[in-house]
């Protein structure tokens, strides 16, 4: 071979191998670049979740304390409302007729307003009167209200429940112009269907709908299922994966866990204000993310096995 041909198969090799190098050196630059992404994103959803997870707990609990404050009024008015037309010899069908017409008009769904002995005979709800008693087993709704008899205390609010297929929040007060108890109770089902699809149902809900995450899921700190969300491919939790999850929640850090095609990322949910250990436990939001030969991020692609 010529040296003119010697030179040239030499400089094309040198070319073919700057080429080769270059390539190897974008591929695994786009190889770091694409796995910090996806592991970057799996933490913020997570983390999103996490903080979706505290809010769909505290909103509810302040709108419901609102509400109550609200039902409080209500039943103050209510209160004063049955003194001045009992004072004015009212009978008993005018009274609950205007206690009728208030709660038509927007007022609370049911008032109960009783003697002094605890029968509520005057209130807006068709059907035989009730009695209140001290009974908590007999009486669930009505027993917390019994002290009021004697203002002691004063006023009572009492969570949100089922009763009648409705979901009821009531609140009463003590009479102002004798001893009785005035109650009004308020149905607060659309506030619940409100705070779950405001709350973390429907940040599962965006988030599978992206098609990135496989799936979405609350863990209670001892690793049992609170709420999930998956996609038609998402396989159940691994036990390692809810191993993973605990010890996440126990340092308050944010976690990742490969498990062959699948990358799940960890975020504890953090305790609301005055919660300690012994207090509500704090649910732990992990996803998950699978690739099918492939990791995923929006739509970036990317083999892990090239």
Request: overall charge positive; proline content about 5%; charged content about 20%.
């Amino acid at each position: 071979m010529t040296f003119q041909g010697r030179l040239v198969l030499l400089i094309s090799g040198l070319v073919t191998l700057a080429v080769a190098l270059v390539t190897i050196l974008l591929a695994w630059t786009t190889h770091s670049a694409i796995q910090t992404r996806v592991e970057a994103d799996g933490r913020g959803a997570a983390t999103l979740l996490a903080r979706s997870a505290t809010l769909a707990r505290e909103v509810p609990r302040d709108v419901e304390a609102l509400l109550g404050d609200r039902l409080l009024s209500e039943a103050t008015l209510a209160a004063h409302l049955v003194a001045v037309m009992e004072a004015g010899k009212a009978p008993v069908k005018a009274v609950t007729d205007r206690l009728k017409a208030v709660a038509d008009g927007g007022g609370p769904d049911e008032i109960w307003v009783t003697d002094n002995r605890g029968r509520a005979y005057l209130h807006n709800i068709p059907g035989p009167d009730i009695t209140f008693g001290p009974d908590a087993r007999a009486q669930p709704r009505q027993a917390p209200y019994y002290g009021l008899l004697n203002r002691a205390p004063e006023k009572v609010v009492t969570d949100a429940a089922t009763e009648g297929g409705k979901l009821m929040k009531f609140a009463g007060v003590a009479g102002v112009d004798k001893p009785r108890i005035v109650q009004v109770g308020a149905d607060v089902r659309r506030l619940g269907d409100i705070a779950r699809k405001a709350g973390v149902d429907g940040v599962m809900a965006s988030l599978l709908a992206g098609g990135t995450v496989e799936g979405a899921w609350l863990l209670e700190r001892d690793g049992r299922l609170a709420v999930h969300a998956t996609g038609p491919s998402a396989g159940p939790l691994s036990e390692r994966a809810v191993e993973a999850a605990k010890a996440a929640a126990a340092a308050g850090e944010t976690g990742l866990l490969r498990e062959g095609d699948r990358l799940t990322a960890f975020a504890p949910v953090p305790a609301m204000a005055g919660q300690g250990a012994a207090g509500e436990p704090s649910l732990i939001p992990n996803l998950s993310r699978r690739r099918k030969g492939m990791w995923m991020v929006s739509q970036v692609s990317y083999d892990s096995q090239k």
